[in-house]
């Protein structure tokens, strides 16, 4: 009876952030006015009309009046702002709070199951209430982690109860998959760039961009495609004509990733270390599948890659 009340209590925190996410160009929340910069402006202007008061021997009475008038007006602005502004700042603290204690948890699970292994692993532990935590922070995040972190507790609870029955093959299955996840997956972020920048929006800095929209990224995309792409086609209808002719576009794309690694020019060139990465690579490389034209031998339909004109399964 717990386990389905905690499930449907689940669904609905889900629920509740999916409806946010997706308003996310709406209601995005701003970063409410710091009571720092608030108090430094404060500082500045009660500063300023001291300075004025001091020297208001020249002034006017009506002068000094408008002087006096404007400086009480700034100081009730001021106060007015750091009263109205109090909710949302305890609002923009508690959801850095959260984002801290979802990174923690994220490096504490990580830090496990690197620590451990399918024989001597030990049930995974990590709060259940995790998704309260992501949903106190999501609406200040810049991106999106709902997908990623629904991936990764799946995962482990999925982990844990193949413990639980000593099912010790589905155990590590599930630690490959996530390993693969973290090295092949061409989502923008994974699960240890999700815990970067929950920490970083905790300590106030700015959430780092999705790999694919890195600049020199994007540059070594573009050289592939320019200088490799005609190759890339070759080697994939290689591997076609191997196999019937037809074959899955993922096992192609290792097979190519893999012979164009001996190419000694990417290999130790400019752009070593993308090539060496593999979600870098299987990326660029589905991308060109994806462009391939009519005047090309080969096609890609339904996640499949064939020659034309060959028999399909």
């Not at 701003?30 to 300023?48: E, G, N, T, Y």
């Not at 990623?148 to 630690?175: G, H, M, T, Y």
């Not at 050289?223 to 004509?241: M, P, T």
């Not at 979600?279 to 490389?285: N, Q, S, T, V």
């Amino acid at each position: 009876m717990k386990k389905k009340i905690r499930r449907k209590n689940k669904l609905q925190a889900i629920d509740l952030v999916t409806q946010s996410d997706s308003r996310q160009n709406i209601s995005r929340e701003k970063k409410p006015i710091s009571l720092k910069h608030v108090l430094i402006l404060s500082a500045l202007l009660f500063c300023f009309f001291i300075c004025l008061f001091y020297n208001s021997d020249g002034m006017t009475v009506n002068q000094a009046t408008i002087v006096g008038v404007a400086g009480s007006t700034c100081i009730s602005v001021v106060v007015l702002v750091i009263t109205l502004n109090s909710e949302d700042r305890k609002k923009y603290q508690t959801a850095k709070n959260s984002a801290s204690v979802l990174a923690k948890v994220l490096n504490s699970v990580s830090l496990q199951l690197y620590q451990a292994n399918a024989k001597t692993i030990l049930p995974i532990c990590y709060p259940d209430n995790w998704l309260a935590y992501y949903t106190d922070c999501s609406l200040y995040l810049q991106y999106d982690y709902l997908e990623i972190l629904l991936q990764e507790f799946n995962i482990i609870e999925r982990i844990n109860k193949s413990i639980n029955n000593d099912d010790r093959d589905a155990v590590q299955k599930l630690i490959d998959y996530r390993k693969y996840l973290l090295t092949d997956s061409s989502l923008d972020f994974n699960v240890l760039s999700v815990a970067s920048n929950l920490s970083a929006f905790s300590l106030g800095l700015p959430e780092q961009k999705s790999w694919k929209g890195d600049v020199d990224y994007i540059a070594f995309k573009k050289y592939l495609i320019r200088k490799y792409a005609r190759h890339i086609k070759h080697l994939a209808e290689d591997y076609l004509n191997k196999n019937d002719g037809n074959a899955d576009v993922e096992k192609v794309q290792y097979y190519v990733m893999e012979e164009l690694r001996k190419i000694g020019d990417l290999r130790d060139g400019k752009y070593k270390y993308y090539v060496l990465d593999n979600k870098k690579m299987l990326y660029a490389l589905f991308y060109i599948f994806l462009s391939l034209k009519e005047t090309d031998s080969i096609s890609l339909c339904w996640g499949r890659l064939s020659i034309k004109d060959a028999k399909t399964e």
